[in-house]
């Protein structure tokens, strides 16, 4: 892993230092030190003229997402990318940080992958116990095997108390399900309760990163949004200022609700408890206001012991934002005297997904985002030119498992470079996957003919590992600026667009013959 | 079959092969250089929350002069919002400064643990504009890993690590403190009455 530039004073540089404020508009610690915890930009960027916000992917029926026209009207909106792409390295650089500081580090991700892949590999058995731990605290659990069972359960939940307004954190499996607009039919009013969240819904758009969901707009564009649907002040850019108008604006929404929803982060088989990581609090505000809390949770979030927390809140908000620990870590075991509590157990494709035996450690994601802040691609093209719930990385390896049309062309959204692998906190071979999904789609002709031709080129590189190895062992600290990078390496198929490389001396079938897929031993 | 039945049967039909144990964990060790209070005050600093020497009542008149509205769980400190008393937990609303003991901090992340025992009713962790928190010196783990070998886990419907105040940086990466909870949140060293 490479060292990121760091500047006199040991935070990390700009890589648009035209993007550098002279003011700083941050909150300050008791010594006068800048703060960059949670979220925050290691340095100020200053404010940009407002242009138009590029808009994500147009979704076409169940053709294929056309990823490159969305990523190209991204890049030539240039205030936008630019500082999509600085924000988003600087994540990477931050959670560099925090991982030169623990030495144990590669431990710790050694840890989580065999806990999280033990822990699937007994998954029925763990869920099981969650179940009966969870029953015995109180909690009602209730078990959907997709996206309509969910949204149905809980409209059932909030239908039997005569909620009309729900409360909700930030939660990327209710987007999966697509519960939003259905309990907006169903006449629910849901309200988003985290400030990112909350932007994106009344902009009626998704969230464009799994951590941080309005990271693709600037303070000009949030100043739109809030003086069209909040009615504040829309010359008014200040940060401070929008924030507080949407907590003043979305406080009496709170305290009136009728339910709570939250998703969780880790669910522990131990205790039938859950943990929901937040850095506003509003999970914990959700939860703990209205009588009735409700939690989506995946199957795949559970893990076996409270002790394994030690491992994997250590590694979550450091990968995710580089920050040591995220505001509130909650743990939820039961209801509060005079609540109720539902856990809602969601399959969603998840119990098949185990049974690909080339994909299947995709379940071990944590949804930190570290894949996504890394990705020259992503960085560049911005989370809704994926046009699905889960962009970057990451997305390429799971969306195909949702809608395997409509989603094939996603894999080709990558530079192979390896970086994802290599930040990712449970030691997913995210890479790999995408390639691999690469050639599961072609088999299965799902992908057109100058996509077919894109794998021969990309075939040849990966059947020589070495040249492989030397193109990964380059690429992190080349990632860095991407235009360099793209010129030095011979494995995008990114930007390069449809201009192929040289003809492969070996097609990608033959090489596939020869080799299986597996890396060739000393070559 | 029931879905119940359903997810567990296509879990097992797809179990991944092999062995995949569950691994032992470790004690890593850190380095505190011998003051654990220095670091989990440095640690807690740089998450956006502040240290006060004290006493609770002295720090509540320094730093919140104005407040009119005080809600307190701690015998050290009168109050005069009863935190058991509300009919919902939306009374709290007007609540300028809540007073609340935690069960324990960490000096690895500067956290320290609330629980629902000590909170008496959750919700005024969040609702309040500002949190005071009264930790026993002695109550001071070294890691998140100590931390998660603690009993509070397995005994408390609900514990919450609190790490600083509420904040965002969801606009542009300018950091806010008061995104949706408090404002503030200042720990006074205390040992237990």
Same mark, same amino acid.
């Given at each position: 892993?490479?060292?990121?530039?760091?500047?006199?004073?040991?935070?990390?540089?700009?890589?648009? #230092?035209?993007?550098?404020?002279?003011?700083?508009?941050?909150?300050?610690?008791?010594?006068?030190?800048?703060?960059?915890?949670?979220?925050?930009?290691?340095?100020?960027?200053?404010?940009?003229?407002?242009?138009?916000?590029? *808009?994500?992917?147009?979704?076409? $029926?169940?053709?294929? !997402?056309?990823?490159?026209?969305?990523?190209?009207?991204?890049?030539?909106?240039?205030?936008?990318? +630019?500082?999509?792409?600085?924000?988003?390295?600087?994540?990477?650089?931050?959670?560099?940080?925090?991982?030169?500081?623990?030495?144990?580090?590669?431990?710790?991700?050694?840890? %989580?992958?065999?806990?999280k892949q033990h822990t699937l590999a007994h998954l029925?058995d763990y869920?099981?116990?969650?179940?009966?731990?969870?029953?015995?605290?109180?909690?009602?659990?209730?078990?959907?095997?997709?996206?309509?069972?969910?949204?149905?359960?809980?409209?059932? !939940?909030? %239908?039997?108390? $005569? =909620?009309?307004?729900?409360?909700?954190? @930030?939660?990327?499996?209710?987007?999966?399900?697509?519960?939003?607009?259905?309990?907006?039919?169903?006449?629910?009013?849901? =309200?988003?309760?985290?400030?990112?969240?909350?932007?994106?819904?009344?902009?009626?758009?998704?969230?464009?990163?799994?951590?941080?969901? %309005?990271?693709? @707009?600037?303070?000009?564009?949030?100043?739109?949004?809030?003086?069209?649907?909040?009615? +504040?002040?829309?010359?008014?850019?200040?940060?401070?200022?929008?924030?507080?108008?949407?907590?003043?604006?979305?406080?009496?929404?709170?305290?009136?609700?009728?339910?709570?929803?939250?998703?969780?982060?880790?669910? =522990?088989?131990?205790?039938?408890?859950?943990? =929901?990581?937040?850095?506003?609090?509003?999970?914990?505000?959700?939860?703990?206001?209205?009588?009735?809390?409700?939690?989506?949770?995946?199957?795949?979030?559970? !893990?076996?012991?409270?002790?394994?927390?030690?491992?994997?809140?250590?590694?979550?908000?450091?990968?995710?934002?580089?920050?040591?620990?995220?505001?509130?870590?909650?743990?939820?075991?039961?209801?509060?005297?005079?609540?109720?509590?539902?856990?809602?157990?969601?399959?969603?494709? *998840?119990?098949?997904?185990l049974?690909?035996?080339?994909?299947w450690?995709?379940?071990?994601?944590?949804?930190?985002?570290?894949?996504?802040?890394?990705?020259?691609?992503?960085? *560049?093209?911005?989370?809704?030119?994926?046009?699905?719930?889960?962009?970057?990385?990451?997305?390429? !390896?799971?969306?195909?498992?949702?809608?395997?049309?409509?989603?094939?062309?996603?894999?080709?959204?990558?530079?192979?470079?390896?970086?994802?692998?290599?930040?990712?906190?449970?030691?997913?071979?995210?890479?790999?996957?995408?390639?691999?999904?690469? @050639?599961?789609?072609?088999?299965?002709?799902?992908? $057109?003919?100058?996509?077919?031709?894109?794998?021969?080129?990309? $075939?040849?590189?990966?059947?020589?590992?070495?040249?492989?190895?030397?193109?990964?062992?380059?690429?992190?600290?080349?990632?860095?600026?991407?235009?360099?990078?793209?010129? %030095?390496?011979?494995?995008? +198929?990114?930007?390069?667009?449809?201009?192929?490389?040289?003809? #492969?001396?070996?097609?990608?079938?033959?090489?596939?013959?020869? +080799?299986?897929?597996?890396?060739?031993?000393?070559? | 079959?029931?879905?119940?039945?359903?997810?567990?049967?296509?879990l097992?039909?797809?179990r991944p092969a092999g062995e995949h144990g569950l691994?032992?964990?470790?004690?890593?060790?850190?380095?505190?250089?011998?003051?654990?209070?220095?670091?989990?005050? /440095?640690?807690?600093? /740089?998450?956006?929350?502040?240290?006060?020497?004290?006493?609770?009542?002295?720090?509540?008149?320094?730093?919140?002069?104005?407040?009119?509205?005080?809600?307190?769980?701690?015998?050290?400190?009168?109050?005069?919002?009863?935190?058991?008393?509300?009919?919902?937990?939306?009374?709290?609303?007007?609540?300028?400064?809540?007073?609340?003991?935690?069960?324990?901090?960490?000096?690895?992340?500067?956290?320290?643990?609330?629980?629902?025992?000590?909170?008496?009713?959750?919700?005024?962790?969040?609702?309040?504009?500002?949190?005071?928190?009264?930790?026993?010196?002695?109550?001071?783990?070294?890691?998140?890993? &100590? &931390?998660?070998? /603690?009993?509070?886990?397995?005994?408390?419907?609900?514990?919450?690590?609190?790490?600083?105040?509420?904040?965002?940086?969801?606009?542009?990466?300018?950091?806010?403190?008061?995104?949706?909870?408090?404002?503030?949140?200042?720990?006074?060293?205390?040992?237990?009455?």
């Open positions: 892993m490479s060292e990121q530039r760091r500047e006199a004073d040991g935070a990390p540089g700009l890589i648009n #230092p035209e993007l550098r404020a002279e003011t700083d508009e941050g909150e300050r610690g008791p010594d006068g030190a800048r703060l960059t915890h949670a979220e925050a930009s290691s340095r100020p960027l200053r404010p940009l003229p407002p242009e138009p916000q590029p *808009r994500g992917a147009r979704l076409r $029926g169940n053709r294929p !997402i056309d990823h490159d026209e969305a990523a190209r009207r991204f890049i030539e909106a240039p205030e936008h990318a +630019t500082v999509h792409d600085e924000r988003l390295w600087d994540l990477r650089q931050k959670r560099d940080g925090q991982m030169h500081a623990i030495p144990e580090w590669e431990e710790l991700r050694e840890l %989580a992958s065999r806990i029925a869920l099981e116990q969650f179940e009966a731990n969870a029953k015995a605290n109180g909690v009602h659990v209730h078990w959907a095997e997709d996206a309509g069972a969910h949204n149905r359960i809980v409209h059932g !939940i909030l %239908a039997d108390h $005569g =909620v009309k307004r729900l409360i909700k954190s @930030k939660s990327m499996l209710t987007e999966e399900t697509g519960m939003r607009e259905f309990l907006g039919h169903a006449g629910i009013e849901v =309200v988003e309760t985290d400030l990112g969240e909350r932007i994106q819904q009344l902009d009626d758009e998704a969230p464009s990163h799994i951590v941080v969901p %309005a990271t693709h @707009k600037l303070r000009s564009d949030v100043a739109r949004v809030f003086a069209d649907t909040l009615g +504040t002040d829309p010359d008014n850019w200040d940060a401070h200022y929008l924030a507080e108008q949407q907590r003043e604006k979305t406080r009496p929404l709170i305290l009136d609700a009728g339910a709570g929803l939250t998703g969780a982060n880790f669910a =522990v088989a131990e205790t039938g408890s859950f943990v =929901v990581c937040t850095n506003e609090g509003n999970a914990d505000l959700s939860a703990n206001v209205p009588p009735l809390h409700i939690a989506s949770i995946g199957i795949e979030k559970l !893990i076996p012991r409270v002790a394994d927390l030690g491992v994997f809140i250590r590694l979550l908000s450091r990968s995710a934002l580089g920050s040591p620990i995220t505001q509130y870590t909650s743990h939820f075991r039961g209801p509060r005297k005079g609540g109720e509590m539902h856990v809602v157990l969601v399959d969603n494709g *998840r119990s098949a997904r049974g690909m035996a080339e994909f450690t995709s379940l071990k994601c944590i949804r930190c985002g570290a894949c996504m802040n890394t990705c020259p691609v992503y960085r *560049r093209s911005g989370g809704l030119s994926y046009g699905a719930t889960y962009s970057g990385p990451i997305g390429l !390896i799971l969306d195909p498992t949702f809608n395997r049309r409509r989603y094939s062309s996603l894999p080709f959204a990558s530079t192979l470079n390896g970086s994802c692998s290599n930040v990712c906190p449970v030691k997913i071979n995210i890479h790999e996957q995408i390639f691999g999904w690469r @050639k599961a789609l072609a088999e299965t002709h799902d992908i $057109g003919a100058g996509k077919r031709a894109m794998m021969k080129a990309a $075939g040849q590189v990966l059947s020589r590992p070495a040249l492989f190895r030397a193109a990964i062992a380059t690429a992190d600290s080349a990632l860095r600026i991407l235009p360099d990078f793209v010129v %030095a390496n011979p494995l995008n +198929t990114w930007t390069k667009g449809r201009a192929m490389p040289d003809a #492969p001396r070996e097609t990608f079938h033959q090489w596939w013959a020869r +080799t299986g897929g597996k890396t060739e031993p000393g070559a | 079959m029931s879905a119940r039945e359903t997810i567990l049967a296509a097992r039909a797809n691994p032992d964990l470790p004690d890593f060790a850190l380095d505190d250089g011998g003051d654990r209070i220095g670091l989990f005050s /440095r640690m807690l600093e /740089r998450m956006g929350g502040r240290r006060h020497a004290g006493p609770a009542d002295t720090a509540l008149a320094a730093l919140f002069p104005d407040a009119r509205v005080i809600a307190s769980t701690v015998p050290e400190v009168a109050g005069n919002r009863d935190v058991g008393a509300v009919a919902h937990p939306r009374d709290l609303a007007d609540v300028d400064v809540a007073v609340v003991r935690a069960a324990f901090a960490v000096a690895e992340t500067g956290s320290v643990l609330l629980v629902d025992d000590g909170l008496v009713t959750n919700a005024v962790a969040y609702l309040a504009q500002h949190l005071l928190v009264l930790v026993d010196p002695a109550d001071v783990l070294l890691t998140m890993q &100590a &931390a998660y070998r /603690r009993p509070e886990f397995a005994h408390h419907r609900y514990c919450a690590f609190h790490t600083g105040p509420s904040a965002t940086a969801d606009i542009q990466g300018v950091l806010i403190h008061g995104a949706q909870g408090v404002r503030s949140l200042t720990v006074i060293m205390a040992p237990r009455a």
